[in-house]
């Protein structure tokens, strides 16, 4: 018999105690928020749901219109429920807070409500990422401060990809579960748990392009994966690069891998490209819970104290062993 979204969460909820019955309405609310804008993207052209929007966000990004979409699609479905005490996006310049005419919750929702922008107008997957923390103080009023807690200290996380299948993968601390939406019921269906990433891997994700740029541990594992056989890790690797986190992020949940999105010198006073609340961290939280490992290079990016809401971070993520190698090369 299949299990939808809506039954695990209860049983989460009741059975294994994991999460109190408002975390588990956020869930619910996020899961259908992502059904719409999968009903958008799959629309596509038909929808005109494509092309730019012509404007820009905090980050100096243009954004798309499916970037504008989605994010209001997240806001409208959230700000209601009472749940939310408010929330965070990368394509919202401050804090959104839920309106005065609703009741305010103690839980603080992180999105990314387009990843892989620049996948949408070619008809590659692109996903929603999301990230959930709880207000530690539990007094009344909420500000951007509430949001900068590392991200250890979430108590959902996930993301929903749009690919040739729409799939939701969610942990709350107790392994990673996918959810695939199943259309003709318009609900989502648990199709596996307790996801497992293989802690060797022969494959590879980074933007090769930025090669010339990278830092030299970067360069030194990137450099003794290309000589494959013959060189110092005696196996062939292969190449993957989507472009969409989420789509990376998705093969290496499925079949392993490494993930890198690193610092390097195109913008030398930037960490990386990545946003450490919207991506790192859901991603990150998700990748620990599937027995794979996520790091800077010096440090788990769980334990990485955020300073700002949009601040980005460098990013080497998968297969532990293979992430436990290049943070070797990254010491001293
Ligand atoms: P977003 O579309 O939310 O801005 O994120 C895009 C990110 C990430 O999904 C992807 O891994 C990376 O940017 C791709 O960057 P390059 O185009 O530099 O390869
Ligand atoms: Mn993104
Ligand atoms: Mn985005």
């Known amino acids: ?28 609310v996020v899961a259908r928020a992502c059904k719409s804008v999968s009903h958008a993207v799959n629309k596509g052209a038909l929808g005109g749901v494509l092309g730019s929007a012509e404007s820009e966000n905090v980050q100096g990004e243009v954004q798309k219109k499916l970037d504008i979409i989605a994010n209001e699609v ?15 996006s990368e394509e919202m310049d401050s804090i959104y807070l839920v309106p ?21 107008d070619v008809n590659v997957s692109i996903g929603t990422i999301f990230s959930v923390l709880k207000k530690t103080d539990g007094g009344q009023g909420v500000s951007e401060a509430d ?13 929903c990809i749009y690919g040739p299948q729409t799939t939701l993968v969610l942990t709350v601390g107790d392994g990673v579960a996918m959810f695939t939406l199943a259309r003709e019921q318009g609900s989502f269906v648990l199709t596996q748990e307790n996801v497992q990433i293989p802690a060797d891997t022969k494959e590879f994700a980074i933007n090769m392009s930025n090669m010339r740029h990278w830092d030299a541990p970067v360069r030194r594992y990137i450099d003794e994966c290309l000589q494959g056989q013959e060189g110092v890790r005696g196996k062939d690797f292969n190449m993957r690069w989507i472009a969409s986190m989420v789509a990376d992020v998705h093969r290496i949940l ?17 960490p990386g490209k990545l946003r450490l609340m919207y991506e ?21 990016i769980l334990d990485i104290q955020p300073s700002q809401l949009h601040e980005r971070v460098s990013v080497i993520l998968g297969s532990k062993n293979e992430v436990e190698r290049v943070r070797s090369y990254h010491q001293g």
Do not use: C
């Open 254 to 270: 499925t079949r392993g891998g490494i993930f890198m999105y690193p610092w390097d010198k195109r913008e030398p006073n930037k």
């Open 280 to 300: 790192a961290n859901p991603m990150g939280w998700l990748v620990e819970q599937a027995g794979g490992a996520a790091t800077n290079g010096r440090q788990r």
């Open 1 to 28: 018999m299949s299990v939808s979204l809506s039954r695990y969460l209860v049983e989460q909820q009741r059975a294994k105690g994991k999460i109190p019955p408002e975390l588990r309405l956020l869930l619910e």
């Open 147 to 159: 949001f900068l807690q590392p991200g250890k200290q979430q108590v959902a996380a996930g993301y």
């Open 100 to 120: 005065n005419r609703y009741p305010q919750g103690e839980y603080l929702l992180l999105f990314d409500p387009l990843d892989g922008s620049s996948n949408i």
């Open 74 to 88: 997240l806001i409208e479905a959230n700000e209601w429920g009472g749940h939310l005490a408010a929330m965070a």
